[in-house]
Each structure stands twice: as C-alpha cells, then as structure tokens.
C-alpha cells in the first residue's frame, strides 16, 4: 500500500499545527464560530447532534494493522470505544471533545492517516474497488490511479472553495463494486483497440435530493492525460456551478441543465488548453506509485486445497460462511474474505475498539498486514491461504465478526442517521435492527437470496438508499419519523446489473411499521419469482405494482384492526 513521502510528512505534519492553532484560537474566543466553521470542515470535524464527529480519510479504502490499532486506541482514549465505517470507505468518531481533536489529529499523523478535505467543498476522498489487485475480473489495479488522484487533489488550490462536495470514484472491474455511475466523476478503467490503458469518463452522477446517474462524456481518455481530463471538468463546474443554491450546486445539477453532450463539448474546449502540458502523466511517474501496490509473496499452492474442501463438507457452519463471505481470488490458493460489520443487535458499519484490535491481529496472520473498507461497511482481508479459512473462520466468529450475511437481506448498509446526525430527519439505526430480527433465520435468508437493503435518514442519502434493492428513505412529517420504501435499485455490484435507481413504491411508513413492510416485499417477491431470480430481477419483470398492491393492503388492514 501507499507510504508517504517526505512531502507527504511534512503537509500534514503543517496541517496538524496549523489547526492546533486555530483550535486554540477558536477555544480563548479569537475565532468566531462562523470563522472556526470553514476551518473545522477542512480538517474533517463536523458539529454533530450530541459532540463533534471526526471524518478520517482511507484512501480508496486501504488500512495497514498499524493504522487499525491507532484507529482502535483512539476509539478507547477520545472516543466511546466504538468507530463507524461509511459507504465512503472513511471512519467516523462520533463521541469527541473539541479541544483533543488536534491531539487525535497528531496522533493519525503518526501512522500516515489524517482528516483532510474529508469535508467542505472540495475533492473529497477517492474511493476504489475494495478488490482492488486480486479481482480476477479488473483491467487493471485502479489504486495507482485512485493514489495519483489523492496527490493531485489534496490542497489543490484551485478546488479548495468549490460550489459544492466533489467526489471521484475508479472502477476497473466487470462488476463495479464503486457505484461509479453515482459520483460527479466516475471513472472506469479500459483499454482500446490498440490496447492503450484509458478510461470511460462519466460526470454528473449524485444521490441525495436530485438521484442522478452520470453520463458518459467520454468513451476512451488516454490515461496519460487523467488530470487535465479532470481538471478542465472541474474547471467548468467551478466557472458554472450554481453557488446561490445549495439544493442546486452539485456538478450533476449543472450537467443536467446544460446536457451531457454541451457540457462535454465545453470540457474537450477547456481541456484543449490543458492537454500536453505539465499535469499528463509520464511513465515514470505511473511506475513511481504504482510501485507502492506491488502484490505481496504468494505462495505457489493448488487451486484447491484438501482439507479446506473437507471442512467445507463436513461442518455447515462453515460451508454457510464460506458460500456468502469467502470470494474467489486471482491467485490459486488464495481467496478474499469479508468480516462482516453487521452482527444482529449492532449498528451497520460499528466496529468496537476490541474488534479493530481483533482485525488487526488476523490481517497481520492471514493477510500480509492489510485490510480494505467496502463500500457495504464491511472489512476485506484480501490476500488469504484456503488453507487457513477455517482458523481464520473461527478466530472472527469469536470476535463478531463472521455473520454469515454478505450480500443477503440483513447485510443492511445504514447512515449514523438521527441518532447521531443533526441534519437526519429520522432513525436508521433502530430501524436496520428492527429489520435484522425479523429476518433473523439464516436459512430463510439464504432461501431469499441475493438482496440489497439500504436506509438513509435523510434526503442527502448518506446510506445510498437510492440504489438499494430495497430503499428506505427517513421522513419528517408534521416533527414525526417516517418512512418512504423504494424497490428495484442497483449499486450494479451483482452480475448483470448496471447501476440503477430505486422507484417509490407510495407514502410513507411509520416506523412500527417496516418490519412488516420488508416482509410484505421479500412475500411478494418470493410468491413472483422465476427460478434462481434474484429480487431485483423480479421486480423490473412484474414491476412496482404487485409489490405496491400487497403493501399497502396489509398496512391498511394493519391499521383497521388497531384502530378497532
């Protein structure tokens, strides 16, 4: 993975003591709140619901151990002992004090981590396939390309102050595990007929308010001119984007106004004073970062081995974990695993400081010391024997860590929401719980199949509900919580599905009520289906009305009988 530079040391190194002191200058009240408030941002802290919460950057989400246990020893000293994983492959502390922040930051600096630009209007942090480098389906290793980005983007002045949050992702994989489609830049990596690496450019993709999936606005941009491509996009969007309207000011906003072809005729116009210049990117430099990404020392093993094949068969358990969170690797011998983050009763995305110790541990001893993010808040250990799946099994069920669910109905991705976020307009938390116990039987689960839910609590969709399966949307109606459900969206991280967004399926619920609502769905869906159909399948062959239809009724004869 990437290490820094003596440049790198020395930026955040001067980032630390610069907010130290703004810190201490906000404390004694020689900065405002409204000056304090840009300068916070820019270093990653937000003024939650109930105490600051701090954004930490993991770049196209790769953690060593040393970074974990760091991360864990905050979590005990600053923090309530617990962290929080985000569909941005980042890691948010929610319980901190003010005056320590520049302390914690000091602390990440030690282990090459830090908060910079994991808020305010800029380039935010890159993110990537969480396979990255042994997917057997990718072009290439997009982590090179996410790291030059980092290094161009961060304090990058032009693009401190734009009109709204930016954010890129790289996909160099068949089956993008990177919702790329819904980033202001989405990238995916290629090559041409000639077999020149490149990369399909789309922009204006963005959840929240206005769900919008980018359009390409380019089919193949040689890869040496990456960084002009996206600066003369961001160029345009800092010239054109709406900065009256915060509602309005996304790049998606601007794309859409003037149309995907006009706004990439104006890009190929600004980009014809940038290309060939300084910012193209030389060989030597691609060899210079990629070398930080070089695969590790894998043994020569078979492509299958014996007694993982026998614990396999003769142990369920085990067969059960390995069917949904063991995943094929390019390597013979090796697989991918996930450690589940979504143990029934937790929150998605919690991780104990003990957990993170715990990961740590078994990164170090079945993983070459490296971990990655998913953008499902899961964690990834990339590079295991088969040969020890069946230790490794044991070792993170004993920590919470092996619920056998990735993929499935309760592998549920959920925001901090309500509970934590002052811009929330409902709960997440108690909701993805509430869902969790009803579908609590592992073999019904599995009998359902591969499914998606995701909740957001409110309308900036920090949960990605809009591509869920199942999408629930938190509501404020007359200052009560309520719940809006859409079907048939898609993170296009399935085989044969594209990125798509959800449909509505009608008003809103009340909390009380979801359980039954899923339930009600899984039924409908589960009465339609095809064989091997999966639930997204089924709904964009019968649509949204049978599932509308069966909802609705059982709500409405719900409420007859409890108002009688």
């Not at 590079?383 to 069920?397: I, K, M, N, T």
Request: charged share 25%.
């Amino acid at each position: 993975m990437y290490r820094y530079d003596e440049i790198d040391h020395r930026l955040v190194a001067e980032r630390v003591a610069q907010f130290r002191d703004q810190t201490r200058r906000h404390l004694i009240g020689e900065l405002s709140e409204d000056e304090f408030r840009p300068l916070r941002l820019q270093n990653g802290l937000y003024v939650q619901r109930h105490a600051p919460m701090l954004r930490i950057a993991v770049p196209y989400g790769m953690l060593s151990s040393r970074q974990l246990r760091k991360l864990a020893h905050i979590a005990r000293t600053y923090d309530r002992g617990t962290g929080h994983f985000t569909t941005r492959q980042n890691l948010q502390f929610n319980w901190l004090k003010l005056p320590e922040v520049p302390e914690i930051l000091a602390e990440l600096a030690e282990v090459e981590m830090h908060a910079i630009q994991t808020s305010g209007n800029c380039i935010r942090n890159v993110t990537s396939d969480h396979y990255a480098g042994v997917a057997a389906d990718e072009v290439s290793d997009p982590r090179p390309w996410a790291e030059v980005l980092r290094q161009w983007s961060t304090f990058h002045p032009e693009f401190a102050y734009l009109p709204r949050k930016f954010k890129i992702a790289v996909n160099a994989a068949k089956s993008d595990r990177t919702v790329a489609a819904a980033h202001d830049i989405g990238l995916h990596l290629t090559h041409n007929a000639e077999g020149e690496t490149g990369f399909v450019v789309q922009v204006g993709g963005g959840l929240g308010r206005t769900p919008i999936l980018g359009p390409v606005i380019r089919e193949f941009l040689p890869a040496r001119h990456l960084l002009s491509y996206c600066e003369a996009i961001l160029r345009i969007y800092n010239r054109h984007g709406r900065r009256d309207n915060i509602y309005k000011a996304r790049i998606k906003i601007l794309v859409k106004s003037l149309g995907a072809a006009e706004f990439a005729r104006q890009v190929e116009e600004e980009w014809a004073h940038l290309k060939d210049g300084p910012e193209d990117i030389g060989a030597a430099e691609v060899e210079r970062i990629a070398a930080h990404f070089t695969a590790p020392t894998y043994q020569l093993l078979a492509e299958k081995d014996a007694l993982f094949e026998v614990r396999k068969r003769d142990d369920k358990a085990f067969s059960r974990w390995v069917e949904r969170n063991v995943h094929s690797h390019k390597v013979p011998g090796y697989a991918i695993v996930t450690l589940s983050l979504k143990a029934p009763g937790l929150a998605p995305g919690d991780i104990t400081a003990a957990q993170m110790d715990a990961v740590a541990a078994l990164a170090d001893d079945y993983s070459f010391g490296e971990l990655r993010v998913s953008h499902e808040q899961n964690l990834i250990l990339a590079d295991v024997r088969q040969r020890d799946l069946f230790s490794l099994w044991q070792e993170a069920r004993a920590a919470g860590l092996a619920t056998p669910t990735v993929g499935l109905l309760a592998d549920i991705i959920c925001c901090p929401g309500g509970d934590y976020c002052s811009l929330a307009n409902a709960k997440s938390i108690p909701i993805a719980q509430a869902i969790q116990s009803r579908f609590e039987d592992l073999d019904y689960l599995h009998d359902i199949g591969e499914l998606s839910l995701n909740i957001s609590g409110c309308m900036n969709a920090c949960g990605h509900h809009h591509v869920g399966n199942i999408g629930v949307l938190g509501v404020d109606k007359h200052g009560e919580e309520w719940y809006q459900v859409s079907i048939g969206g898609s993170a296009g991280n399935v085989q044969g599905h594209d990125a798509a967004l959800g449909e509505a399926i009608g008003p809103s619920f009340a909390a009380d009520e979801m359980p039954d609502v899923v339930e009600s769905l899984v039924d409908t869906y589960l009465a339609h289906r095809h064989a091997d159909e999966l639930f997204i399948d089924t709904v964009r062959r019968i649509g949204v009305a049978p599932f509308k239809s069966r909802v609705y009724a059982t709500s409405e004869e719900e409420r007859k009988v409890a108002n009688a």
